[in-house]
């Protein structure tokens, strides 16, 4: 069996228990979706949106790039962001970053690597130069790397907060931005309340933009 071949089996599989459990649950879902949450998480396999919450299809609109970031000119992003808020109408968005991060990791090395990611990962690099002192204060690599995991959700959620989409519909209804942290080595998700609002104190270009 070839691997697409063993995919398709397991798709068949997978489809006919749900509907033996929730029978109509695809034609159901096939009128709309109304996602409650808009995900923005890293692509690494080991954090898949829907299933670390234990949520089905049609709960979660998932936008994932490596290291979870939301950059200002990614036109990717901001397409997803405007179409969860104005079409879907989504009140939750959640940015989820994880522990053992590839590209935050990358973006703590010295001697960056002249492959296409380095684009990509310079936006974890200027953070991690942005906020040294804090991660200079760790007491080892392991810690370091654990630290900017954090301070890279908390970051993005400022972006978010501070984002002209999400500027706007804050003007006419509530949308709450919630930075999350993922555990790999033991499956665990964490709220970074204290680090997203410990950024907002420190820094004053932190604290525009909503909640
Ligand atoms: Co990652």
Not at 17 to 46: M, T
Not at 53 to 78: K, Q, Y
Not at 129 to 158: G, H
Not at 191 to 200: F, K, Q, S, Y
């Amino acid at each position: 069996m070839t691997a697409i071949e063993e995919l398709l089996r397991n798709n068949v599989k997978w489809r006919n228990e749900k509907e033996r459990v929730q029978p109509g649950f695809f034609s159901a879902l096939a009128k709309q979706q109304r996602p409650r949450f808009l995900w923005i998480g890293c692509s690494d396999s080991r954090v898949p949106a829907n299933e670390i919450v234990d949520l089905p299809p049609g709960e979660v609109f998932v936008h994932r790039n490596i290291a979870n970031l939301v950059v200002h000119s990614d036109l990717n992003c901001l397409s997803v962001l405007d179409y969860a808020l104005n079409t879907l109408e989504i009140s939750e968005v959640i940015v989820c970053g994880h522990y053992g991060c590839g590209g935050i990791a990358a973006g703590l090395r010295d001697d960056p690597s002249q492959s296409l990611v380095e684009h990509w990962v310079r936006h974890v690099r200027d953070i991690s130069k942005f906020y040294r002192e804090e991660l200079d204060s760790q007491p080892c690599e392991v810690t370091r790397a654990r630290r900017l995991c954090e301070i890279n959700v908390a970051v993005q959620v400022v972006h978010l907060r501070q984002n002209p989409i999400m500027a706007d519909i804050t003007r006419r209804r509530e949308v709450r931005v919630h930075g999350l942290i993922y555990d790999v080595a033991d499956g665990l998700l964490h709220n970074l309340t204290h680090t997203v609002e410990g950024l907002r104190a420190r820094d004053p270009s932190c604290r525009i933009g909503g909640k």
